[in-house]
């Protein structure tokens, strides 16, 4: 019988600091959908100006946002808790 061993190693998820984010939004119009793109920005405060300019000039009101980045998976130590042996009191009479 052949022997295996398994090692987890724990990982936390983070926003790649190297990379900038990217927002963007979508006029889905108030009875049917406009369909008119932001484009993607480099900051949130732009869609939201791009969003108020697109209503001043449509009325539209409703938008969908959409923010993107780059993660990394950032190596913690310790181990993982979902494989710490469990802890159990026995009650006492």
């Not at 793109?37 to 480099?42: I, L, N, P, V």
Request: hydrophobic fraction near 30%; charged fraction near 35%; aromatic fraction near 10%.
């Amino acid at each position: 019988m052949t022997r295996q061993i398994f090692r987890y190693e724990n990982y936390t998820t983070r926003q790649d600091p190297t990379v900038e984010p990217e927002y963007s939004a979508e006029c889905v119009g108030d009875q049917q959908a406009c369909g008119e793109k932001s484009g993607k920005r480099s900051a949130a405060n732009d869609v939201d100006d791009w969003m108020r300019e697109h209503m001043r000039d449509a009325g539209h009101r409703h938008f969908r946002r959409s923010f993107e980045d780059f993660a990394e998976l950032e190596l913690t130590a310790g181990i993982p808790t979902a494989l710490e042996p469990a802890r159990f009191q026995r009650p006492r009479p």
